[in-house]
C-alpha cells in the first residue's frame, strides 16, 4: 500500500514529509501525517466492521459541523473537522478497495489510558456530559444506525453462547470458569434494555464509545475535544456514563497481566461522577439518573463478553497483539465487575447524592 498517494488524494496544505503510526483504538488504524506546514490524522476506516461508509461519513460530518456550529470561532482548531479528498469527498476509496479519511491534527494534545488524578476525571465527566448536551438538539432527521444493536447486552450474551456453542477452535475447556462466572449473572444485565422497552428512559444521541482513550487532554489535563465519533447514535446516557468510569476509573489498563492490579478507582469515580452531574444536571431525568449505575454494572459486563466472544471466535473483531490477548482483557474486566459489583450500593448512592 502507498500511503503518499492516499494522503495525496486529500486536500493537505504543504508537502508531505513523514507519518508516524498511532497505537490506539481496536478498530481502525490510525496515522499521524507531519507535512511542511501542518499536520493531520489518516484513518483507515475498518469496512469488515463499518460497512457503509457513506453513512458513517455523514454521521461523522453531521456531528463535527454540529460541534463546530456551538464553538467559538477561536478555537475551532482545538476540534475535530473532516478534511475533504480534492474531489470534494468526506473520504476516499483505494485502488485496493480500502476506504480513508483525515481529520485536522489537534496540536499539544494527548490520550491517557487511565486517569491519574481527580482533576482529569471531573473533566472527563463534564465532557462526556457537554457532548450529551450540546447533541440534544442536533438536527433532525436521527443518526444513522450504523452499527445496530451496538450496546443490546442480551443480543451480545446471544452471540457469546453462540460462540460457546460453535466451539470453533475448542478453546472451551480454558474458560470454563469465566463464562460460568458470566453466564450466571446473564439476567440481570437486561436491565437497561428493559428500562427503555418500558419507555422508562429516553433514546438521546450518545457516543457509545465513550472510553477515556477516546478524549484528548491538553498538557494541563483539561480535555480539548472527545474523538472516535464512529458510533455516536441513539442509546441511553448510562452507556457512555458506564463505559467512561469502566476505562477511566480502572486502576490498570485493558490489558493488564496482573490481575492484582485491576480496580475500580472509588475517589476518581467521585470526581467523575460530580463533573457529569453538574454537565447534566439541566437536562437529565430521575429515571436516568437512577439508571447511571446499571451502565457501569452492564458496559463492563458487556464489555467482558465481547472479548470474550471474540477469543472464542479466534480473534476476528478486535485487533490482538498476541495468542491470548482476548483472554486478558476479558479477565480484566471481569476482575473490575467483582470490584464494581462490591462496592455497587456505594456508588450508587453517591450518584444520587451528585444530583441532590
Ligand atoms: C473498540 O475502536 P476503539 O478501540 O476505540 C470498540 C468499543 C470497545 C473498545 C474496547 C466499534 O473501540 O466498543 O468498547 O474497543 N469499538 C467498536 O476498548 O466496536
Ligand atoms: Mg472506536
Redesign the pocket.
Known amino acids: 500500500m502507498d500511503i503518499t498517494s492516499i494522503i495525496q488524494a486529500f486536500k493537505i496544505k504543504g508537502d508531505f514529509i513523514t507519518h508516524e503510526i498511532i497505537n490506539s483504538?481496536y478498530?481502525n488504524t490510525t496515522y499521524k501525517i507531519i507535512t511542511s506546514k501542518d499536520c493531520y490524522i489518516l484513518q483507515k476506516i475498518n469496512n469488515h466492521i463499518f460497512k457503509d461508509i457513506d453513512k458513517l461519513s455523514e454521521n461523522i460530518f453531521r456531528i463535527t459541523t454540529h460541534i463546530q456550529s456551538r464553538t467559538p470561532k477561536d478555537k475551532s482548531d482545538r476540534i475535530l473537522t473532516i478534511i475533504l479528498t480534492k474531489k470534494d469527498k468526506r473520504y476516499y476509496k483505494n485502488k485496493d478497495g480500502s476506504f480513508w479519511r483525515m481529520f485536522n491534527y489537534i496540536n499539544n494534545s494527548k490520550t491517557i489510558e487511565t486517569l491519574n488524578n481527580e482533576k482529569q476525571a471531573e473533566s472527563l465527566g463534564k465532557a462526556f456530559g457537554n457532548y450529551h448536551q450540546v447533541l440534544s438538539d442536533l438536527p433532525q432527521p436521527k443518526l444513522f444506525e450504523v452499527l445496530p444493536n451496538f450496546h443490546n447486552t442480551p443480543n451480545r450474551i446471544e452471540q457469546l453462547k453462540k460462540a460457546i456453542q460453535q466451539n470453533q477452535n475448542n478453546k472451551l475447556s480454558k474458560v470454563k470458569d469465566e463464562i460460568e462466572y458470566l453466564l450466571s449473572l446473564a439476567p440481570e444485565m437486561h436491565e437497561i434494555i428493559l428500562l427503555g422497552n418500558q419507555e422508562k428512559i429516553p433514546l438521546r444521541t450518545i457516543h457509545q464509545?465513550a472510553k477515556v482513550g477516546?478524549i484528548l487532554f491538553n498538557q494541563n489535563n483539561e480535555i480539548i475535544c472527545i474523538i472516535?465519533l464512529?458510533?455516536t447514535m441513539s442509546g441511553y446516557l448510562a452507556y457512555d456514563f458506564g463505559d467512561a468510569v469502566r476505562t477511566g476509573m480502572n486502576t490498570a489498563s485493558e490489558g493488564e497481566k496482573n490481575i492484582a492490579k485491576v480496580s475500580l478507582d472509588i475517589n476518581l469515580f467521585k470526581a467523575f461522577t460530580k463533573g457529569y452531574a453538574k454537565a447534566s444536571r439541566n437536562f437529565i431525568t430521575h429515571e436516568e439518573i437512577k439508571s447511571l449505575m446499571l451502565g457501569v454494572k452492564i458496559i463492563t459486563y458487556e464489555q467482558a463478553i465481547r472479548f470474550l466472544a471474540d477469543y472464542l471466535n479466534n480473534d476476528i473483531y478486535y485487533k490482538i497483539e498476541y495468542q491470548e490477548h482476548n483472554l486478558v482483557r476479558t479477565k480484566v474486566q471481569i476482575s473490575l465487575l467483582k470490584d464494581i459489583l462490591k462496592n455497587f450500593n456505594q456508588m450508587n448512592d453517591f450518584v444520587i447524592a451528585s444530583y441532590q
Open positions: 483504538g478498530i464509545d477516546n472516535d464512529d458510533t
